[in-house]
């Protein structure tokens, strides 16, 4: 039987427990399927740097590589704050999203209509909202050089090369070219160098896409219609600081940050994660809300293990253990017949899924 490979990363704070819910559910769902996984699990982040002193230790690296998809949870914490930056869990991170040229990160935002009543904003507004967020991952000022920490003076620097924005611009065209044909670009191109440069590339590679309706939006400009009317947007195609920002904000309008998959895609293997951090304080508890690290096994399953079936599956049994009112604690007080723990969650997501 077909094994794949799952290099697993569990991390820091919540990581470990969100981690374990979705390999559960990952195995319940190909219980009957001709394929299966075999995990092996690799240091990242604060635990890494504990244990070897290095946020992402070699290892790490050629496990990854070695994999076919890469599952991960999610680094740091404050114990970590005050280590040099290159030491700090979030430098493993960025280093491995480099060294694979993850440079496609996906952030799809979908509202569950039973978790409509959840989001911080009316029903009215956020009923219905399928957008994506394409941000780049690999570039920007996360990477710019030069980069220069002082007790007198600090800067960092955004920098794109032409190649840089061109290949993340025709990956979000052809994710708008599949779903409603609508690209909005995001800059701050009245202000920014980097941004005017960002645009004119991004209107370069729109010839290639006739069919795709392309605007630009300002960022904040784009911050606040988020809140207005999320619904105008389909594809939100952006850089990598603004990507951050908008992603987290997109979050809200889903009802929570525990909800949102992602997949960073572009070297031979892909990586997949909650957008959520590692959520230190409350790691531990079970509390932690496990369904955005299910949703990005789902995610693994489609576009990097090509079992759109099975993926199909866990996204089903999500939504059936979310219409049977289960909540965890971040989503409780909306429609919840049952609270459920973290294991609960992961454990009714994995028995719906194994009966399908
Ligand atoms: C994210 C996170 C990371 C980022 C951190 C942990 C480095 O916030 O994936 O959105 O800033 O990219
Ligand atoms: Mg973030």
């Known amino acids: 039987m077909k094994k794949y490979k799952i290099a697993v990363i569990k991390g820091d ?48 690296i050629e496990g990854c590589l070695n994999a076919d998809a890469i599952l991960f949870g999610a680094i740091g914490g404050d114990k970590w704050d005050n280590l040099p930056r290159e030491k700090r869990p979030e430098s493993g991170l960025l280093r491995l999203r480099k060294e694979l040229n993850l440079y496609a990160n996906y952030r799809p ?37 030069p ?73 904040d400009n784009a911050a606040m ?5 999320p619904k105008q947007f389909d594809v939100i195609l952006t850089s990598n600081l603004f990507g951050d920002i908008l992603s987290d ?24 994660e909650p957008i959520h951090g590692s959520a230190p304080d409350i790691a531990g508890q079970g509390v932690a809300n496990p369904l955005a690290t299910i949703a990005s096994a789902s995610m693994m399953l489609r576009f990097a293990l090509h ?11 999500i939504q059936i253990a979310l219409k049977d009112g289960y909540r965890t604690k971040d989503i409780a007080s909306f429609g919840a017949v049952e609270i459920c723990s973290t294991t609960e969650m992961g454990s009714i997501v994995a028995d719906i899924v194994s009966k399908m």
Request: overall charge negative.
């Open 249 to 272: 904000e997109a979050s809200m309008i889903s009802g929570s940050i525990g909800l949102l998959p992602s997949a960073s895609i572009g070297g031979k293997v892909a990586l997949f």
């Open 13 to 60: 704070g919540i990581g470990p427990e969100i981690i374990d819910e979705a390999k559960k559910v990952l195995d319940a769902a190909v219980l009957n399927a001709d394929f299966g996984f075999s995990y092996s699990e690799y240091l990242m982040g604060g635990i890494a740097y504990d244990i070897t002193k290095d946020p992402l230790p070699q290892e790490t």
């Open 109 to 145: 935002v979908k509202v569950y209509e039973e978790l409509a009543e959840a989001s911080a904003l009316k029903s009215s507004v956020v009923e219905g909202v399928d957008l994506l967020v394409v941000r780049e991952l690999t570039g920007g000022i996360y990477f710019g050089e």
């Open 307 to 317: 079992q759109p079936e099975i993926a199909d599956k866990i996204d089903k049994a």
């Open 147 to 219: 980069r220069v920490y002082d007790s007198k003076k600090s800067y960092n620097t955004m920098v794109y090369s032409k190649d840089e924005v061109k290949r993340i611009a025709r990956d979000a065209f052809e994710a708008a070219r599949v779903r409603r044909k609508k690209l909005c670009s995001v800059d701050k191109a009245n202000v920014l160098e980097v941004s005017q440069f960002w645009r004119e590339c991004v209107e370069e590679v729109s010839k290639d896409y006739p069919d795709v309706s392309l605007s630009h939006m300002y960022i």
């Open 225 to 229: 219609q988020l809140i207005k009317d």
